[in-house]
């Protein structure tokens, strides 16, 4: 977040002069004019950020008024929001499971949605034993490593090992361990779990699962800034499920778990691929919008 100590100085009110206050609502009804999501809250975030001005400061400064500059950078940052580009790319990370995570052009922005599957994972985890026993975690595909550090964060002697075949990707999501401190976390440059070996107590993903023809009707906040490889699950989206289930059985312990993000109408596919596979595939958990996001298998041995 903004440290207030080293914001940018700004001056009392003048009358007609632009304010803070001033400025965040004709960026808020900027945003709505152009159908973006939530205008009052990007407005916030884009001013503070600008300003580098946490909440709290924000409001206290609200009559203070802009200089030039100060204007100038606000104004800069709301173009970038009205071209559509996603306000965690603009200020450079984004709130994951309590854990802030830097973000960049690499990887997807990790989705409020995708924290079903920590839950879902940390319940298998809780099934099996307490959460503090000695752990061995795989995310594939880690991308930012949101799902890998955020099971780490509740999971205190589990070590992982998160893979991707981006190297750009790599590098960011070993920042993100290094400056939130896990230590307990490595990660691997290969497709899906070439490079590894087990056992693994859990296997997690959130693998492309959009299909190929069907990424062009995607907002433009995801189909223009999210880098197509994490998108693009191939013609029918479950080429990466169909590597996954080829993958984990021989990396799972007998009693190990397989949590897996699930894309819109692919539960009935996933779980066969699953079932074909010789996992025990379980009800599916939903997210908060109602939608079937996380689906848990067992090795079946």
């Known amino acids: 977040m903004p440290n207030p100590a080293t914001a940018t100085p700004v001056r009392r009110s003048n009358a007609g002069a632009p304010t803070i206050a001033g400025m965040r609502r004709v960026l808020a009804e900027k945003f709505r004019a ?6 009052e809250l990007d407005a916030r975030i884009l001013v503070g ?11 206290a400064a609200s009559g203070a008024v802009l200089d030039a500059k100060q204007r100038d950078a606000i104004m800069a940052l709301a173009h970038r929001r009205l071209s559509r580009e996603p306000i965690a790319r603009i200020v450079g990370y984004k709130e994951f499971w309590s854990l802030k995570l830097s ?18 994972a940390l319940a298998a985890i809780e099934a099996g034993g307490s959460r503090t026993r000695r752990l061995r975690i795989a995310d594939l595909g880690t991308g930012s490593g949101a799902l890998l550090l955020a099971l780490l964060a509740e999971l205190p002697n589990a070590f992982g090992v998160g893979t991707d075949m981006s190297l750009s990707a790599l590098s960011l999501a070993k920042d993100n361990a290094q400056r939130l401190q896990f230590r307990r976390a490595a990660f691997v440059a290969c497709d899906i779990a ?12 959130n693998p492309p699962y959009i299909a190929s023809g069907e990424i062009a009707s995607l907002t433009p906040e995801v189909r223009d800034f999210d880098p197509r490889t994490a998108l693009d699950g191939g013609p029918d989206g479950l080429n990466f499920y169909r ?26 596919a996933v779980t066969m691929l699953f079932l074909q596979a010789g996992l025990a595939p379980s009800p599916p958990r939903h ?15």
């Open 287 to 301: 997210d908060l919008h109602g939608q079937p996001r996380a689906l848990f298998a067992t090795a079946s041995r």
């Open 103 to 120: 973000v960049d052009s690499s990887t997807l922005v990790p989705r409020p949605e995708t924290e079903t599957v920590v839950e879902a």
């Open 243 to 268: 590597a996954i289930a080829a993958a984990a059985p021989p990396l799972l312990k007998p009693d190990g778990a397989l949590v897996v993000e699930l894309g819109a109408g692919q539960t009935q």
């Open 194 to 205: 070439a490079a590894l070996k087990g056992p693994f107590d859990l296997i997690v993903s």
């Open 49 to 59: 950020h600008a300003l580098a001005l946490d909440h709290a400061a924000l409001a």
């Open 34 to 39: 152009a159908a973006i999501d939530s205008p």
